[in-house]
């Protein structure tokens, strides 16, 4: 399965109110993945969904991230 997340979305979701999905994704994902991918035989990939419509100097806005959900090959038939 996939799922798509929001900056506004997280913050409701984590009960947070950061200002940027960077710190959303430093702070929670990188850590919820490294957590499953160690301990549970499901995990996830994501991927950064940019607005086309606001960029920055450089480079697009993240507007979004896209997961993937999926099983932990490495874990495979073990909880924790």
Do not use: H, W
């Not at 997280?10 to 940027?20: G, L, V």
Request: contains cysteine.
């Amino acid at each position: 399965p996939e799922f798509k997340l929001t900056l506004e979305q997280a913050n409701k979701m984590f009960d947070t109110k950061y200002e940027r999905l960077v710190d959303i994704e430093r702070y929670i994902i990188k850590v919820a993945q490294k957590e499953l991918g160690e301990k549970a035989d499901i995990t996830f990939e994501y991927m950064k969904v940019t607005d086309k419509t606001v960029s920055k100097v450089g480079r697009k806005a993240i507007a979004a991230y896209r997961f993937f959900c999926t099983r932990n090959q490495d874990r495979q038939g073990t909880l924790f």
